[in-house]
């Protein structure tokens, strides 16, 4: 059964970290891409941050580039996190890890919604107090 656990949202004050965690069974990652979405209540879903497992491309939303790190266990093959420092309130949000088959491309695309995610997360809460 092909399935994506994500992980490690939490309360936490502005200013302060937060470690999010995708792991897939049923499948392997290899040939994947991997990206983290948050959709806060009212607002659309926004692709936070993406990673290609072919080549290691990354891409980061402007709203985040600079304070998250999209990273794989290389060890693993099949878990890869989000760290998310400097946490704004602004960034309270459901996260949600997706995944989609994508052996070549612009990373970019998965983010942006040219093209979607086949299996997704159930999603995590984080939320950021001011």
């Known amino acids: 059964q092909v399935q994506l656990v994500d992980s490690g949202g939490g309360l936490v004050q502005a200013g302060g970290s937060l470690r999010l965690s995708c792991t897939a069974s049923g499948f392997t990652l290899d040939k994947y891409a991997i990206g983290w979405f948050r959709q806060a209540p009212g607002k659309e879903r926004e692709g936070v941050s993406c990673?290609?497992?072919?080549?290691?491309?990354?891409?980061y939303a402007t709203s985040v580039k600079g304070r998250f790190t999209i990273s794989r266990d290389n060890a693993a093959k099949n878990t890869v996190y989000l760290q998310m420092n400097s946490l704004k309130p602004e960034d309270t949000a459901v996260y949600y890890c997706?995944?989609?088959?994508?052996?070549?491309?612009?990373?970019?695309?998965?983010?942006?919604?040219?093209?979607?995610?086949?299996?997704w997360g159930n999603g995590t809460l984080v939320t950021v107090s001011s």
């Open positions: 990673i290609m497992n072919v080549d290691g491309s990354i891409y």
């Open positions: 997706a995944a989609r088959y994508f052996p070549r491309g612009a990373v970019q695309y998965l983010c942006d919604g040219t093209s979607d995610p086949r299996h």
